[in-house]
């Protein structure tokens, strides 16, 4: 009998023990960026637990406390501390509640175009053939389109199709359809050539012999060993997701005004910067560049640690 | 007269979790004149030293104690002063000769450089000397092929500008790392003539660092056997590999399998399995007896196979004929070989056989029926179920992202959906145990083991849904000897108590001959002939075949 180790590790051993978490303990960057993250993430999610205010409950707002600044100013009040906006809204609870919408939305468009082309970019890579060709040729025109100007045309397409009364409602999903749209065609290109590898291997070949069915071998088998590459893009994709959303809310075609995203807010405050009340465009877009910069240095290092071929 | 001495020599590699000894205090001579021969297996530390040597260990491992002597000058005196001695006084060649060539320099371009960097020469003088280092090393038309790239040259020339590349400043000193693994029987023979002859021309000292002892056999006057980092045994060629005092050599020596004769199993000195036969009862019991007829199992009839590089129009005239017309018998319950070099076709054939593709032309018969016609799924499944394959790279015929258990279940619950996970988990364990693997391998990953246990678990997998053929595509070229022994017991094994019919592809003249009863040998697609075992390598009657015989590296040559 051959003897390889007695004792079997359980899964949480088993992540103590990978190269990955011992590169994380040891990555200053990853453990900033990721506690940063999650604090975003946990203030977002649960703004209601976190903040005393409901910015969007009128009947709390009082007009009198209007253009407040941050509360270490001459003028400041110690119960606003990043200042309210033009209708006493305090700004801080006001960020964490754009910033839940910039989130969902951002989530929800990298999520629908890793399906979108992590799908396209697996059957292509596998099946082959005029298929193949096909998708790789929509994938080059698509990147030949700059991605904003994509959302930009189906969030105007999607204005004269939807009625007014409508729109409101269904600007979310319009976003996230639109973003979704302009930033699969990189899933697909990596999940295609990461395909290519894996299905010339052995374990391919072996399942086939053994007579499972083409699905399952693409999703059992390949789909679970081109994940990493993608997941890094995909981290990298996120911020870019999420400064699109807040790039098109900006330019006031994205979600309204009455569920401001982070876009949405350095809009609104745009109109006050040159009045002097700097704040409320101010720290939406800190909260952005950072949220944006912490998403990035965590996916540089994930592509650090993930490709064998950059290992030390 | 001792030239290169290297003293208590130890190579450390710092890791995460422990430090790694590569090497540990090895103490080795070489003469001039002299090739010593450095075997051992992967992991074993033969690569290590004759890095050490030149101090080209990668990080984070480093040279922690030892001296190496060159004359009377101790090279690792600082890091700085190594560098003049490599290439000048100490020559390298590599096993890759695809890689160890820049592929945008001529040839004459890289040889001129490494000249004039370390000679004070002309361009016009190292132009000659450069021809006629390539003329000593058997290039004919030097003159003309100076101007070459590499990639113009094939596996066995590149190999000799490598070597070229090696002599060119006159080095005392020449390390070899397998320089011939990467490289066909044919052209391996004439490249280690060129080193042996070389060695006495030049009054070199060398150093052979290989896996294989059939090289050693015939190449080297001394050889020093490693493992894990320690040196082993050193001592006359013939000496050790006629007479091993260690345990570690005996079992190294028993593992080779001979060249002159058939053996019926190796014998592992280290481990003997006593319990073995027990072992498969269990999995018998599943296995439908099946009566032996001796009639053939499969038949292949004029099988042709072409491969089309040209992706826009489908005409053939660019197409390479990978298999050209071969026809063949196997019977049942026997074990053919399929024998030839790197591009014979020999592994396109297999998987034609395994349905992986289509042949363009001929048919292949599985108990009289043509399966390479048959268009529906469920009849396709019926074969798929019959005829299985094992791999020749363990690491990576296994999906390192399911658990044992979870890829030797596939097969199992596939043909038979409605088994009970009961009945599922013992299957599981007859077939773990029957490759001589414990229960709890089942909820180990792969990347858990080594390549030898890897490929265990492959002919579990093969065995899951009790196939009558077995193909074997180099189930061991990719492992070290010892455990090719027991990997070829094993299916030896396997097969006397499961009647499997197998087809066994290797390049390996003497492996072939303890496994197969009928051989056929393959030559750029074509069959040249098919004849049984003992009768092919006693009275061979095809040229081809008897070049292959006469060039294969033999470990009995040592008795001559």
């Known amino acids: 009998m051959q003897q390889v180790d007695n004792k079997t590790l359980s899964t949480w051993e088993r992540v103590k023990d990978s190269d990955i978490y011992h590169s994380f303990i040891k990555s200053p960057t990853a453990i900033v960026s990721s506690t940063i993250l999650f604090i975003i993430f946990f203030c977002s999610f649960f703004v209601e637990l976190v903040t005393p205010y409901n910015p969007f409950d009128p009947s709390s707002l009082s007009l009198m406390d209007a253009f407040t600044p941050p509360s270490w100013t001459e003028d ?40 979108l082309g992590v799908g396209l970019g697996l059957t292509a890579g596998f099946f082959g053939g005029k298929y193949e060709m096909i998708v790789m040729r929509l994938t080059d025109v698509q990147l030949t389109v700059p991605s904003i100007l994509m959302a930009l045309l189906v969030d105007g397409i999607a204005r004269g199709l939807i009625s007014r009364e409508m729109h409101d409602e269904m600007a979310i999903y319009v976003l996230i359809f639109a973003i979704g749209i302009s930033e699969w065609p990189q899933f697909a290109r990596v999940s295609r050539a990461a395909t290519l590898v894996e299905k010339n291997k052995d374990y391919v070949s072996a399942s086939t012999i053994i007579g499972v069915s083409n699905i399952i071998i ?22 870019l997701a999420i400064l699109a959303e807040s790039t098109l809310s900006f330019l006031g075609v994205g979600v309204p005004p009455t569920t401001p995203s982070l876009g949405t807010l350095i809009r609104l405050g745009n109109d006050f910067l040159f009045s002097g009340e700097w704040w409320i465009t101010f720290f939406p877009a800190i909260f952005l560049v950072i949220l944006a910069f912490s998403i990035n240095l965590l996916g540089d290092w994930m592509r650090d640690t993930l490709n064998p071929k950059l290992k030390k | 007269m001792t030239f290169l001495k290297i003293n208590n020599l130890s190579v450390d590699y710092q890791m995460r979790k422990e430090t790694v000894y590569a090497a540990k205090n090895v103490n080795i001579e070489v003469n001039k004149g002299e090739i010593l021969g450095l075997v051992g297996e992967s992991g074993s530390g033969k690569s290590t030293v004759g890095n050490a040597i030149i101090n080209l260990i990668d990080e984070p491992g480093k040279v922690s104690s030892g001296s190496v002597i060159l004359g009377d000058l101790n090279i690792h005196e600082n890091s700085e002063s190594i560098v003049k001695y490599r290439g000048n006084k100490i020559g390298l060649i590599f096993q890759d000769p695809q890689t ?46 100076f101007d070459n790239y590499p990639h113009q040259f094939s596996g066995g020339m590149r190999q000799r500008v490598v070597i070229s590349l090696a002599l060119c400043c006159e080095p005392e000193l020449l390390i070899a790392d397998e320089p011939t693994t990467a490289l066909d029987v044919s052209i391996q023979s004439q490249i280690l003539e060129l080193i042996k002859k070389l060695t006495k021309k030049r009054n070199l000292a060398v150093i052979l660092i290989t896996h294989d002892m059939g090289v050693i056999a015939e190449t080297a006057d001394r050889v020093a056997v490693m493992k894990s980092g320690n040196l082993v045994e050193i001592g006359e060629t013939k000496k050790i590999l006629t007479n091993p005092q260690e345990n570690y050599t005996k079992s190294l020596v028993s593992s080779v399998p001979p060249t002159n004769k058939k053996i019926s199993r190796f014998v592992i000195v280290e481990k003997e399995h006593n319990k ?69 076709g020999k ?80 299957y599981i ?84 001959r303890q496994m197969c009863d009928r051989i056929g040998v393959l030559k750029e697609g074509k069959l040249c002939e098919v004849s049984i075992t003992e009768d092919l390598f006693l009275k061979p009657t095809h040229e081809y075949t008897k070049e292959l015989l006469r060039l294969m590296p033999k470990i009995e040559s040592i008795y001559n």
């Open chain 2, 429 to 512: 364990y007859d077939l773990l145990e029957s490759v001589e693997l414990t229960q709890k391998s089942g909820d180990r990953y792969p990347h858990e083991f080594s390549g030898g246990q890897r490929q265990r678990i492959s002919i579990a997998r093969a065995l899951a849904t009790q196939p009558r053929l077995l193909v074997c595509d180099e189930p061991t070229s990719a492992l070290d000897v010892s455990i090719q022994a027991q990997i070829l017991n094993l299916l030896k094994d396997l097969q006397e108590q499961l009647n499997l019919t197998i087809l066994f592809i290797s390049h390996d003249l003497p492996v072939v």
């Open chain 1, 76 to 115: 400041g009040l110690a119960k606003f501390i990043l200042g309210t906006d033009g209708q006493g809204r305090d700004m801080l609870s006001t960020i964490l509640y754009g910033c839940r919408i910039s989130l969902i939305v951002g989530f929800s468009a990298i999520i629908f175009s890793l399906i």
């Open chain 2, 347 to 426: 592994s396109t054939i297999a998987k034609m056989i395994v349905n992986l593709f289509k042949p363009t032309s001929g048919d292949i018969f599985f108990d009289n029926v043509c399966i390479t016609k048959i268009k529906q799924r469920s009849e396709l499944m019926k074969f798929r179920k019959q005829i299985q394959m094992i791999f020749q790279d363990p690491y990576s015929s296994l999906n390192g992202r399911l658990k044992v258990k979870d890829i030797i279940a596939e097969p199992i619950t596939l043909h038979n959906p409605s088994i009970s996970n009961i009945d599922l988990n013992n």
């Open chain 1, 218 to 239: 693409m999703f059992k088998h390949i789909l679970p060993n081109i994940l990493r590459p993608v997941l890094v893009i995909g981290t990298i994709g996120l911020a």
């Open chain 2, 276 to 344: 073995k036969k027990e072992n498969n009862i269990k999995i018998l019991n599943r296995w439908s007896k099946k009566e032996i007829i001796s009639q053939d199992l499969v038949q292949i009839k004029n099988l042709n196979k072409s491969f089309d590089d040209n992706f826009f129009t489908e005409n053939s005239k660019n197409s390479v004929m990978a298999v050209n017309d071969v026809s063949f018998e196997i019977k049942e319950g026997e074990s053919f070989g399929l024998v030839g070099e790197s591009g014979s």
């Open chain 2, 100 to 145: 160890s060539l820049n592929p945008i320099l001529t040839v004459g371009e890289q040889l001129i450089e490494t000249i004039q960097t370390h000679l004070k020469l002309s361009k016009e003088e190292a132009k000659n000397k450069s021809i006629n280092l390539l003329k000593e090393v058997g290039i004919k038309d030097a003159d003309a092929r």
